[in-house]
């Protein structure tokens, strides 16, 4: 008698629960605002999850236009009448609900979230390098890096931005609020690993309304909607 031995493959076990504690990091970009983030979500019960989140990006205003000197070679845009560019910092801690859990491969896991934190802000004055002529008779052009400011800084010598460290010891500390919630679409092939796509509004107030562009009125309250893509893990 011959004894034949079938091995059976299991299927794989991806074992995928979004509604598992998990981290992720990504990129996001909104009408006003992009940057970077990085989320922890720690389980509640079976269906919730905290989340704690910090969020870093710049915030513009929405009537920046960048203009380029075409009067003078080798030049690079800039934007005409912005002052200051915003840095900020977003911690935040929220709540997030599973609505469809991932439990395959062949499914998308979808949770709603929400999220509020303070905002720590950095105004940091723009400079701008000008092209200008020696007066000591040789007549030959030099470079020299200024504060912009759109009512003194001669437009037709503007070679574009300086330096990224020009004027962060003039910078200014502000504060205000941020909220963000969303939809947040997971899959992924293996056990823990998956990829994420959000889909969500985020608002930011400042009290001290940011002075950002000159002669315009710069607002406290940006809003608007924004689209991220993450990595993240299970665990």
Not at 28 to 35: A, T, V
Not at 136 to 159: K, M
Not at 179 to 207: H, N
């Amino acid at each position: 008698m011959i004894l034949t031995i079938h091995t059976v493959n299991s299927q794989e076990m991806y074992d995928i629960t979004f509604d598992d504690s998990h981290y992720k990091g990504g990129i996001y970009s909104s009408g006003y605002s992009n940057g970077i983030y990085f989320r922890n979500a720690v389980n509640i019960n079976k269906k919730l999850l905290r989340t704690y989140e910090i969020n870093i990006g710049h915030i513009k205003h929405f009537k920046e236009k960048s203009i380029l000197n075409q009067r003078i070679g080798n030049t690079t845009p800039y934007v005409f009448g912005k002052l200051n560019r915003l840095y900020i910092l977003r911690p935040m801690i929220g709540v997030s609900k599973t609505i469809s859990e991932k439990k395959s491969k062949n499914n998308i896991g979808v949770t709603f979230f929400g999220g509020v934190g303070p905002i720590i802000g950095f105004l940091k004055p723009l400079y701008v390098d000008l092209d200008v002529f020696d007066t000591s008779g040789t007549n030959e052009s030099g470079t020299i890096s200024v504060r912009y400011n759109p009512t003194t800084t001669p437009q037709n010598r503007i070679l574009g931005y300086s330096s990224f460290g020009k004027g962060i010891g003039d910078s200014k500390l502000i504060s205000g609020l941020c909220f963000k919630s969303g939809i947040s679409f997971d899959w992924g092939t293996y056990r823990s690993d998956f990829k994420s796509i959000e889909l969500g509004i985020q608002l930011d107030y400042f009290p001290s309304r940011p002075k950002i562009m000159d002669e315009i009125k710069n607002k406290t309250i940006f809003s608007g909607f924004y689209i991220s893509f993450a990595f993240g893990k299970n665990y």
